[in-house]
């Protein structure tokens, strides 16, 4: 980046946030993702155990 010039250094700064974003949203999708399968096998588990 110390070679850019002003107007590509603001380029670059803002695809660097945008992609900090990017991979925050990811992060949170992941974590909903990983609750819900917790949840889901806790459920299975709980019928599973009803059938018995």
Known sequence: MDLQTGAQKSD???KI???KSSIKQHQTT???IRKAITS???AQTN????LD
């Open 17 to 19: 946030a945008q992609t």
């Open 12 to 14: 670059t700064k803002s």
């Open 40 to 42: 889901d096998c806790h």
């Open 30 to 32: 992941v974590t909903q």
């Open 47 to 50: 019928y599973a155990e009803k």
